[in-house]
């Protein structure tokens, strides 16, 4: 035997909110998207965030460098930075091809009409062997004499023409 529980109400959907609407509360309806959890507008704790990224950067010793490679080797550069010791491989490339002239007192005294004391290797070569009269040969450190024999067996065969 089949109980019937009343009358059966069928409400289309454009009514709904007719019955819906007095049993919700006084709370404000709710915009859709994203709660927010700031008084600033997002524009400004964007720009405050990336504010705050900068500071980190700067404090944990990260410059931004830019500058132009063709799409193949920037790709791999950008992969190969997230390889661990990358950094440590790149510092020891650069510290071949480049040579600080600060570190070596001929050298250095070689560069003095120079802004940067940044040099390539064979450019350092160049001035060591063009400029030999200047250079105190007597009291080369071991160190300045070794990246000396090291340039010339590089880019003079072996020899400094002098």
Do not use: H
Not at 100 to 115: G, I, Q, S, V
Not at 117 to 130: I, N, Q, S
Not at 142 to 152: K, P, S, V, W
């Amino acid at each position: 035997m089949r109980e019937t529980l009343g009358p059966v109400k069928y409400v289309d959907m454009a009514t709904y909110q007719g019955y819906v609407a007095p049993m919700k509360t006084d709370a404000k309806p709710r915009r859709p998207g994203r709660p927010r959890v700031s008084r600033l507008p997002r524009a400004e704790q964007l720009r405050r965030a990336k504010r705050e990224q900068r500071e980190r950067d700067r404090k944990a010793g990260f410059v931004l460098c830019q500058f132009k490679l063709k799409r193949p080797v920037a790709e791999r550069l950008r992969r190969a930075l997230a390889i661990p010791g990358f950094d440590a491989a790149l510092g020891g490339f650069l510290d071949e091809a480049i040579v600080d002239a600060r570190e070596y007192p001929n050298l250095r005294l070689l560069c003095w009409n120079r802004a940067d004391p940044w040099l390539a290797e064979r450019d350092a070569f160049g001035l060591y062997e063009g400029n030999w009269r200047f250079v105190d040969a007597a009291n080369l450190s071991g160190r300045e004499r070794g990246l000396i024999d090291r340039l010339a067996a590089k880019y003079g065969n072996g020899v400094l023409n002098v």
